[in-house]
């Protein structure tokens, strides 16, 4: 992670939201689990804000209000249970450090918990960089040279075969690995198609074979599928699509053990849709009594599912969280983090998850390079396009304010308005010049100054209003994200050579206004 990258998300994501339009009336948007969850474990823990210390007293609403979160939030009852008494015992009992809050505490000791609830301290299981943010379960592969075979299983519409091509895509992209699909879902229509679009879209080659509909051996396809990638060189990992099935179906189960029998896969994940709410735990441990797992895929996180599928898994049967899906598009798998996860459950957001997601889309040359423009306050309409194009490539605004601290709580209609001002700006950029985009100066204050912007409305299909508008607002947010840059407050007041002075219009007003006092001085 590079300096350089955190600094210009913060601000990026802080331009974002100033100004401030006039207000219209706000979009209704999905409430997001970690929202929710993170709004009720944060009023908890502000009930213990200003004590001088944690009793048996005042941590009872507190801890009651956490475990009706937890509850609210789908997260398995024994789960809950468990985790409330360890936050009992180690509030009630730990040291007290001098100077600091207990609320503070109280948000220590439940990030601590999280994060063990969902492995974060299991090092038999865990491997990652340095420090507890790089920690996370990862994919065992094989070092005698034949393909590591990952099995994918599930429930019905968890999402296998989506989560088959991302994960390919993920292992091929991110890992440097050679992956092939093996498309073994006889029963659902299309699926065979889906997956072969999808292997298309992603880049990765599909084992695939035609059959009558109701005619397909799933366990015969499996077998030559793996024979086929062992043949090939350019195939290191076997991703293997199954059907989705009830635990209570005897026979589908059965066959799933015997694809198993006969692919002897390295990792068997489930695949689980967040949405399944507290029997998320129960269905892991029912599908890891009949094929062992390694781990779990945990789906659509990103909707306005509870989610606490996410705590309940590793703690019910055992099993880390090993990728979730946060998004629709096929690039939308990462890795799970428990500590990372934790954080953005208590709305402390994600940045180290962001940065790295930066630092894939921009090298850390070029954003040194933005960074010291930025700081000389020299910023150009290219690098605002630039970090706005690599926010909407991260997912939407919503997606990266939540995972920026203190910004997970922003409100729905601001995100919205902020998003719209968005388009419109980059609308504007582009029917610049590449000179002008270079060199903001053409448009703010050249002597054609005034008709670059009127050219520059009618290309992007607005008015000359929001053109000289978006001037406006982006010499504000130059000289916004130069503090920021700098390490200073953003809404200090601003200098002489801030603001409207710097627009040629402005200053001409201005002049007239001082020739005219001059003209009449002595006569009033």
């Not at 292992?171 to 065979?192: C, I, M, N, S, T």
């Not at 793996?226 to 290191?236: F, G, I, N, W």
């Not at 954080?343 to 889309?361: F, P, Q, T, W």
Request: proline residues 5%.
């Amino acid at each position: 992670m590079t300096r350089w990258h955190a600094l210009l998300l913060t601000c990026a994501c802080a331009a974002a939201f100033a100004p401030t339009p006039p207000p219209r009336a706000p979009r209704q948007t999905k409430v997001y689990f970690f929202d929710k969850l993170a709004e009720s474990i944060k009023g908890a823990t502000d009930l213990l804000s200003g004590k001088s210390r944690m009793t048996e007293a005042n941590t009872k609403g507190a801890l009651r209000d956490i475990r009706r979160a937890l509850l609210d939030a789908d997260v398995s009852k024994v789960v809950v249970d468990d985790l409330v008494e360890r936050v009992t015992k180690n509030a009630l009992g730990g040291e007290v450090t001098e100077g600091v809050d207990p609320s503070q505490r109280g948000v220590k000791i439940v990030y601590d918990e999280l994060k063990r609830a969902m492995g974060g301290d299991d090092e038999a299981l865990m491997s990652g960089g340095e420090g507890e943010q790089s920690v996370r379960a990862e994919l065992e592969y094989r070092e005698d040279g034949k393909p590591t075979v990952v099995l994918l299983c599930g429930l019905q519409g968890a999402g296998k075969t989506t989560a088959a091509a991302k994960l390919a895509l993920r292992l091929q992209q991110e890992e440097g690995r050679k992956p092939l699909l093996v498309a073994a879902d006889v029963y659902r229509p299309a699926a065979v198609e889906q997956l072969k679009l999808l292997g298309e879209q992603v880049g990765v080659p599909v084992y695939a074979e035609d059959f009558e509909p109701g005619q397909g051996n799933a366990v015969a396809i499996a077998e030559r599928g793996l024979k086929e990638a062992q043949a090939r060189d350019d195939v290191d990992v076997v991703v293997v699509d199954t059907a989705g099935r009830q635990v209570i179906e005897a026979d589908l189960m059965r066959e799933l053990r015997d694809v198993r029998q006969v692919t002897q896969p390295d990792e068997t994940l489930l695949v689980l849709d967040a949405m399944t709410g507290q029997a998320a735990a129960g269905v892991a441990k029912q599908f890891d009594d009949a094929v062992p797992l390694t781990g779990a895929v945990l789906t659509k996180l990103d909707g306005d599912a509870r989610g606490g599928a996410a705590l309940s898994v590793r703690a019910v049967c055992g099993r880390p969280i090993k990728y979730v899906g946060v998004g629709e598009r096929v690039q939308d798998l990462e890795p799970f983090f428990p500590a990372r996860m934790a954080s953005r459950i208590l709305g402390m957001g994600d940045v180290v998850s962001l940065v790295e997601k930066a630092e894939r889309l921009q090298s850390k040359d070029d954003a040194a390079s933005q960074m010291e423009r930025i700081v000389a306050g020299k910023a150009t309409f290219d690098d605002f396009l630039e970090q706005t194009k690599m926010m909407a490539s991260m997912g939407n605004l919503q997606n990266v304010a939540k995972m920026m601290p203190g910004m997970g709580g922003l409100d729905a209609g601001k995100l919205s308005e902020a998003e719209a001002r968005i388009k419109i700006q980059e609308s504007l950029i582009m029917s610049m010049t590449p000179a002008e985009r270079r060199d903001p100066d053409l448009v703010i204050r050249s002597k054609s100054a005034l008709s670059r912007q009127r050219r520059i409305a009618r290309g992007a299909g607005r008015d000359a209003d929001a053109s000289r508008r978006f001037v406006s607002e982006f010499q504000q947010m130059r000289t916004m994200m130069q503090k920021m840059a700098a390490g200073q407050n953003p809404n200090a007041p601003p200098g002489p050579e801030d603001g409207p002075a710097l627009n040629r219009a402005a200053r001409r007003t201005k002049k007239k206004k001082s020739k005219k006092k001059k003209l009449t001085a002595g006569f009033g």
